[in-house]
């Protein structure tokens, strides 16, 4: 008997071994669907404009805090748009509605969010939920951080050369203010997809690596309101948009 224990058990660990061999070269049917998502991917890019009329300035302010520091006048970069082509800066571009699963898993970033010659740099950012964001004061002055937004906190940057680092974990726009100098501001937009972008200074953007399928895709400026549209994208292709606005808070 004990001859035919062991011939079971070798013959059962062969199956074993066998099996394991077939599992990793032909994968089970939601392996093959996962890869499939991931290689069924395409690219939204484009341009955003202003075809209203008259021309669009930045509002300006005087200042009365700080003035040896952060100057008498400042704008507050509310609407930037080119000479060149009127494309509009820091427009923010974001899917608003990718199904559950089909986007990959997110990859928590990390964004400096400088305090430098009285105003926050970057203006206008995205980022994914769990990201970091460091804050930073480059002046010789007092600065806060005071997000405002799915979370709030309030960082204080009293020495020139100070970093304050905090995780967002909500979804959501933040809106950042410094509480001594009131017409510093910025935006930050956190989603749980890594699907949005932010228009550069000739008010292009890119998003890449979309899964293949219809989508709404969200436009949203400070001053020039919020616009969705429609758009396709297909596995392994391009798609070519333009948006425009042509008036404030569409």
Sequence with gaps: MRPLRTLSATLALLCALVASVIAWHWPSPARALTSQRQLSAGTLEGVVRWTGTGVL??????????????????????????????????????LVDVPVGTAPPRV???????????????????????????????????????LYGP????????????TVSRTLDKAGVFIVKCDVHGWMQAFIRVDDHPF??????????????????EYTLEAWHEQL????RTVRVRDG??????????????
């Design 57 to 94: 300035q930045p509002t300006t302010v005087e200042n009365s805090t700080d003035p040896d520091v952060c100057g008498r006048i400042h704008t507050l970069e509310d609407v930037l748009v080119s000479d060149q082509n009127k494309g509009v800066k820091n427009v923010i571009l974001a």
């Design 225 to 228: 309101g919020t616009q969705q």
């Design 108 to 146: 928590p970033g990390q964004l400096l969010l400088d305090n430098i010659d009285c105003r926050f740099s970057p203006h206008v950012s995205v980022l994914t939920v769990g990201s970091v964001v460091e804050t930073r004061n480059s002046d010789p002055t007092l600065h806060t951080v005071h």
């Design 196 to 213: 949005h972008a932010v228009t550069d200074g000739s008010g292009s953007f890119r998003i890449t690596d979309v899964p293949a399928g």
């Design 237 to 250: 292709e391009t798609t070519i948009l333009t948006l425009e606005f042509s008036g404030r808070d569409q």
């Design 151 to 162: 979370s709030e906190a309030n960082l204080a940057l009293p020495l020139q050369g100070m």
